[in-house]
């Protein structure tokens, strides 16, 4: 379980939100909408993705 990993997409443009917002998608490895992301499931990872949960789609 300790490597357990989560694909995240980014399906939504940065444009037009909050500067801290752009840079947690980018702390994500998110750059063009559509690309997807393998992230090790830790709750800061997904602290982050809650965050952001309306530019992101999340896949176990």
Known sequence: MADSK?????VKSTA?????HRAT?????LR???QTVELVD???VRGMIE???Y????ED
Not at 25 to 29: D, F, I
Request: with cysteine; aromatic share 0%; glycine share 10%.
């Open 6 to 10: 989560i694909k995240v997409t980014l």
């Open 42 to 44: 830790t709750p800061s």
């Open 51 to 53: 965050k952001v949960c």
């Open 16 to 20: 037009g939100c909050d500067a801290d």
């Open 32 to 34: 063009k909408i559509r």
């Open 25 to 29: 998608v980018r702390g994500l490895g």
């Open 55 to 58: 530019l992101v789609r999340l």
